[in-house]
């Protein structure tokens, strides 16, 4: 879980707010809704509501989206769902767009006080004016940087009013050209866009504001106290101020903090994309991939990931503490126990937490073990069964010796395996899950591994798309699971632990659990009423399955 002590009481957040120690602390997270968002957005989201439930301030979900061109109705729905999965609740839900009218008011404003003017250069001449290649000739003015106030006004308006045709003409702010900084290179503050309808402003505006434009004044709008962004953003921060200033408004303050990288996959949306498109994952919540809905697919509890450079390690120690044990065998081969006889056994569902509670599980004559926990040869330094060699069966009264076992000539593989109890045999050397015959149900169970073989895909050689592992996903579409999972699927969501199942909720992939010597699961939402479908949430120990 999200320690705010260790995130807000002390570092770099600790010192934004001394900067500005204000009573009543409002934040904002801005996302564009044009993807899902993903485990970087995560931190975005832990960090400003975080901070700003910390310090015991609110929290505006303000939907930057000003740009028509790459926004869909439905990544506004799934963005607040991920935000309240997260356990957080906006303070309110704004739209950088329900500004347009004052945003619109405000360049105006800007033209009026000379500090913006519109401008005809094409990108080729605007490389120039900026200093070309590697900054290699003097930074200059156009000659449209000279035109009256009344002149820019009467062009804006002409902007506005659809008189140009997109890329013809924009507005461009009038800053410092002399300053170091390329964020005071007389900026775009609008563009004209009239090819595809705003959602929720129709065909209303021909002209869009930039996000160096917008994203300080719907700050402002919203008297922000702590604006956070990522450390892209550092340069911008003098745009920022320079633009609240001019105008003469409340101004918020910006600060920046480090961008979430994670090697070993993709978040670009253009590469998830593809990988969608070319059928190389299920969808854009494929277990695989780590876009927030394909982590909260596979199981992961939305509270269980912190430190999130060890993703899943934090899981795995949250888990370990939260979620109910059962036995399941991913490949199984019957055991048949000529001397045991069916009995009922109770079994608790954590070894350590009692609250827990227990199930009943029926011990039958013939069990299934898991074929890698059986060898046609024993060696010396080998613990599990073979013949004549014996192993404990989790909680079963006592270990079994394999006596005999038959093969299908075919396939070479074992297709049963004799035994006897091991009565004189009082503690064995490992102790192994099995599954019995009654009450237990067939399931198919997913392994997920690493999308791809490096940990840097995008640098592969021929694109991330050459890099795939062929193994990132392993079906076991005869794995069997004990009758304790009715009661597991009951009582879920899992982890139970107090006031945090309420986020959980709803979703099938809150059934968790972990499957003895195996992995932690989590059931998957192709599952039905009579199929029963899991994927591994992670593995019980940090190098196993890679
Ligand atoms: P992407 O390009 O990956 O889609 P983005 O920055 O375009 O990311 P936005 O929707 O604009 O996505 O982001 C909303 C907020 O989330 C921004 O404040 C942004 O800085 C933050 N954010 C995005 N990616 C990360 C990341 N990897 N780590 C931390 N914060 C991030
Ligand atoms: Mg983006
Ligand atoms: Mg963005």
């Known amino acids: 879980p999200i320690d705010p002590e260790a995130m807000f009481k002390q570092g770099f957040l600790d010192d934004v707010y001394k900067e500005r120690p204000v009573k009543n602390v409002i934040t904002r997270f801005p996302p564009e809704p044009n993807g899902y968002l993903h485990i970087g957005h995560a931190k975005a989201i832990a960090v400003n509501f975080g901070f700003a439930k910390y310090h015991g301030g609110v929290t505006y979900l303000r939907f930057d989206d000003t740009n028509p061109e790459k926004e869909e109705e439905k990544y506004f729905d799934a963005i607040q769902e991920v935000v309240k999965w997260l356990g957080f609740e906006p303070y309110k839900i704004t739209y950088s767009s329900d500004n347009f009218q004052k945003l619109y008011d405000l360049a105006e404003k800007l033209i009026n006080i000379g500090k913006a003017y519109v401008c005809y250069c094409e990108d080729t001449e605007i490389k120039l004016q900026r200093g070309g290649e590697k900054g290699a000739n003097p930074r200059y003015r156009c000659k449209h940087a000279d035109q009256t106030t009344e002149d820019n006004l009467a062009k804006f308006r002409d902007m506005r009013d659809g008189k140009y045709k997109p890329r013809e003409a924009f507005l461009r702010m009038k800053q410092d050209i002399t300053d170091g900084n390329p964020q005071m290179w007389d900026l775009a503050a ?184 059986f ?44 035994a006897v109890f091991d009565k004189e045999l009082k503690k064995a050397k490992t102790y192994i899950q099995w599954v019995g015959t009654a009450g237990s149900r067939k399931v198919e169970a997913r392994i997920h591994n690493a999308l791809f073989k490096s940990e840097k895909p995008e640098d592969a050689e021929g694109g991330f798309l050459k890099d795939l592992n062929p193994e990132s996903e392993v079906i076991y579409h005869d794995a069997l699971i004990e009758s304790g999972f009715d009661e597991v699927k009951r009582r879920a969501p899992w982890p139970e632990a107090a006031g945090e199942s309420e986020l959980g909720k709803g979703g099938p992939e809150s059934i968790r659990f972990q499957a003895l010597r195996v992995a932690y699961f989590a059931v998957d939402s192709d599952s039905t009423d009579d199929k029963i479908v899991l994927n591994r949430i992670v593995s019980l120990k940090e190098d196993a399955g890679k």
């Open 190 to 373: 609008y563009r004209i866009k009239t090819d595809t309808p705003h959602h929720r402003t129709g065909w209303d505006w021909k002209i869009y504001p930039t996000y160096d434009f917008t994203h300080c004044l719907c700050d402002s709008f919203e008297d922000i106290t702590h604006s956070l962004c990522t450390t892209e953003f550092i340069l911008s921060r003098v745009s920022y101020e320079w633009l609240n200033k001019s105008l003469e408004v409340y101004e918020p303050m910006q600060r920046e903090y480090g961008r979430l990288n994670l090697t070993g996959t993709v978040l670009s949306k253009r590469k998830i994309l593809k990988l969608v498109e070319e059928k190389i994952v299920r969808d854009w919540d494929d277990p695989r991939l780590y876009t927030l809905i394909a982590i909260r697919r596979r199981g992961v509890p939305p509270w269980g990931h912190s430190g999130i450079h060890r993703f899943e390690q934090s899981i795995r120690k949250y888990l370990e503490k939260t979620v109910p044990r059962l036995m399941m065998i991913l490949d199984p081969v019957p055991v048949v126990i000529d001397d045991a006889e069916e009995i009922e056994l109770d079994v608790p569902f954590s070894p350590k937490d009692p609250k827990m509670g227990s199930h009943k599980v029926k011990f039958t004559p013939t069990v299934y073990i898991d074929r890698s926990d």
């Open 375 to 418: 060898r046609e040869e024993d060696s010396k330094d080998y613990f599990r069964l073979a013949p004549g060699k014996s192993v404990g069966l989790l909680h079963a009264p006592y270990p079994i010796k394999a006596t005999s076992f038959t093969k299908d000539e075919a396939t070479g593989k074992v297709t049963e395996i004799r």
